[in-house]
């Protein structure tokens, strides 16, 4: 049975990273659910339309392998604010799923509703003051337990192959990550 993984996207998100992982995850065999905070087509942060499979509305009560969440603002602060998905990260990680987050969503959404309470972590470098001193990471992407988290833009991809790693295997993330030519 393939794994799946949900992606979130809102308003604001940033393009390069939900690309990234969308992308990495079903080149991988992933099963990759896009859902949308709010309408089905969202206008990334720099312009770039995205739309949805689904709103997060028809998600809710699902289960997921993964939920991995783009960054970029202010779509991260959308995410944050929605809900739903905030009861699912919350499920998730009680369940010790795999839940990742890059860029700003680390600080804005993990962060803000304590599901980065004792874990290491990562996120965009000028956001990393707002991380709990003792855990925060200055590696690009950082791996504890159920939680995934990376920087930014440049290490989507790096990203999105951990998770690829952590969902189906690390023979299928060379594999991937060979024919991207990230290797």
Do not use: W
């Not at 783009?70 to 699912?88: F, K, Q, S």
């Not at 874990?119 to 709990?132: E, G, I, K, R, W």
């Amino acid at each position: 049975m393939a794994k799946t993984a949900l992606v979130p996207i809102a308003d604001g998100i940033e393009e390069i990273e939900a690309a990234c992982i969308i992308d990495t995850l079903r080149r991988a065999g992933v099963e990759v659910t896009v859902a949308s905070v709010g309408a089905l087509q969202v206008t990334a942060s720099r312009g770039m339309k995205i739309v949805a499979d689904a709103s997060i509305a028809d998600c809710t009560g699902r289960v997921y392998d993964c939920i991995a969440l783009p960054g970029g603002m202010p779509g991260a602060e959308h995410l944050r604010d929605c809900g739903p998905l905030i009861a699912m990260l919350k499920e998730q990680k009680d369940a010790g799923r795999l839940y990742a987050t890059i860029c700003a969503s680390p600080a804005v959404v993990l962060h803000h509703h304590g599901l980065l309470e004792g874990v290491q972590a990562t996120c965009y470098p000028a956001m990393q003051n707002q991380l709990d001193p003792k855990y925060v990471s200055r590696a690009r992407v950082v791996v504890d337990g159920p939680c995934v988290t990376s920087q930014g833009p440049a290490t989507a991809v790096e990203f999105a192959l951990k998770l690829v790693e952590l969902l189906v295997g690390p023979a299928k993330a060379k594999d991937v990550a060979g024919a991207m030519l990230a290797i």
